[in-house]
C-alpha cells in the first residue's frame, strides 16, 4: 500500500497498567500514529474524544517514512474527560483518516479505543477551602528531591526543592478550581526511599489543612511518580495561580574533591544558562553553559583545581545572577 495510517497505540486517557505512571489525564491525551504506506507521510486528520463527549478534529503534519510512528498530544477541553464520578468506566476513542489529503487504503486499523477512569477529585465539605499542604519529609541526601504542580495546560502553578536533610516541610499553598498534575521528582533516579542505598527515608503526601490526606505518595518510586487531580472549590485565589518560587541554586556535595552537582530551582524548563568557576580575586577559571531541565542536576568538573575555596556563578540571559561558594578538598 502507498498510503496507510494507523492508530497504533493510546497512551492517555488508558487504563493500561504500562502507562499507569502517566494515567489518569485531565488533559491532552496522548496517541501514537504510525506509517504503514511506502509513501511518505506528512499529514493525516485525527478525530478524538470521550463517548458521550464532544469528538473534536486535529489536523496532524509531519514526515513519517514506512513503519515510522509519531506520539502526538492532542488538546481536548470537554469537562466530561475530569469532571465527574472518578470510579466510572469511559471510553475514549480515536479515528485516522485522509493521509496526505487521499484515502487510507488500509481502514481496519484506523481507529482505536481505550477504557479508562477520570481522575480523583479534591475538595472540602461545602467546598469552602481552597488548600492544600505539600507535606515533605526529606531524607539524607534531599538535594535530589523536587515537587512541582502543574495546571492543565502544562504551566508550573507551584514548585520546591530542598536542601536542609531529613527534615520536614510543610508548604501551603491556594488552587482555584481545575485540573492539576503534582509530580515528585528524584534526580539519583531512586525514590525518596530505596532499601539498597543509604539515602535514608523520606515520603511526600498532600494533606488538607483541615486534617487527613489527599494523597500519601509511595517513596520508593525510582526517577519520578505523579498524580493529576481536579480541585473542586468555590472559592477564588486572589491570583490566577501561586506565584513561583524565586530562582535559586544549590551546589552540592560542599566540600567535594571537584566533582559538582548544581541543583537549580524556579528557573524556566529549557532555559539556557551559562555558569562560571572564580576564584577568591574573581578571576574566571573555569565556564560552560546548562540547559535547565526539571529534576535534572548541572554536572561540573572541577577536579584539576587545587584545594580552596571557590565561587559557582549562574547567569541567565538577562543577566541576573546567583552564586554558591563551594570548598575543593
Request: charged share 20%.
Amino acid at each position: 500500500m502507498q498510503r496507510d495510517v494507523e492508530v497504533s497505540q493510546i497512551l492517555a486517557p488508558s487504563d493500561d497498567k504500562i502507562e499507569s505512571r502517566l494515567n489518569p489525564v485531565c488533559k491532552s491525551p496522548k496517541v501514537v500514529i504510525r506509517n504503514n504506506g511506502s509513501e511518505l507521510l506528512t499529514s493525516c486528520s485525527i478525530v478524538f474524544g470521550v463517548q458521550g463527549g464532544e469528538m473534536m478534529t486535529y489536523n496532524w503534519e509531519g514526515a513519517l517514512a514506512f513503519l515510522e510512528s509519531a506520539e502526538v498530544e492532542l488538546a481536548y477541553d470537554d469537562p466530561i474527560l475530569w469532571e465527574g464520578d472518578d470510579e466510572e468506566w469511559l471510553v475514549f476513542e480515536v479515528a485516522v483518516d485522509a493521509p496526505n489529503g487521499a484515502v487510507d487504503e488500509e481502514p481496519r486499523n484506523d481507529r482505536a479505543t481505550s477504557r479508562f477512569h477520570r481522575v480523583p477529585t479534591w475538595s472540602y465539605p461545602d467546598l469552602d477551602d481552597n488548600r492544600v499542604i505539600v507535606w515533605t519529609k526529606t531524607n539524607a541526601v534531599p538535594y535530589e528531591t523536587s515537587v512541582e504542580i502543574t495546571d492543565a495546560v502544562g504551566n508550573v502553578v507551584w514548585e520546591r526543592g530542598y536542601s536542609t536533610p531529613n527534615f520536614t516541610h510543610r508548604d501551603t499553598i491556594a488552587l482555584n478550581q481545575g485540573c492539576y498534575r503534582v509530580t515528585i521528582l528524584d534526580s539519583g533516579d531512586d525514590g525518596q526511599s530505596f532499601w539498597a542505598n543509604s539515602d535514608g527515608s523520606g515520603y511526600t503526601r498532600l494533606k488538607k489543612v483541615s486534617g487527613g490526606n489527599f494523597i500519601n505518595f509511595e517513596p520508593d518510586f525510582g526517577k519520578s511518580i505523579s498524580q493529576a487531580f481536579f480541585l473542586q472549590t468555590n472559592v477564588v485565589s486572589v491570583t490566577e495561580t501561586p506565584a513561583q518560587n524565586e530562582p535559586s541554586i544549590t551546589a552540592f556535595p560542599n566540600p567535594s574533591s571537584g566533582e559538582i552537582k548544581l541543583k537549580m530551582s524556579g528557573f524556566i524548563q529549557g532555559e539556557q544558562l551559562s555558569w562560571s568557576c572564580l576564584n577568591l580575586m574573581g578571576q574566571e577559571l573555569r565556564s560552560g553553559s546548562l540547559r535547565h531541565a526539571r529534576g535534572q542536576l548541572g554536572l561540573l568538573n572541577l577536579t584539576s583545581l587545587p584545594q580552596g575555596t571557590y565561587a559557582i556563578a549562574v547567569l541567565d540571559e538577562f543577566g541576573n545572577r546567583w552564586t554558591e561558594w563551594i570548598q575543593i578538598q
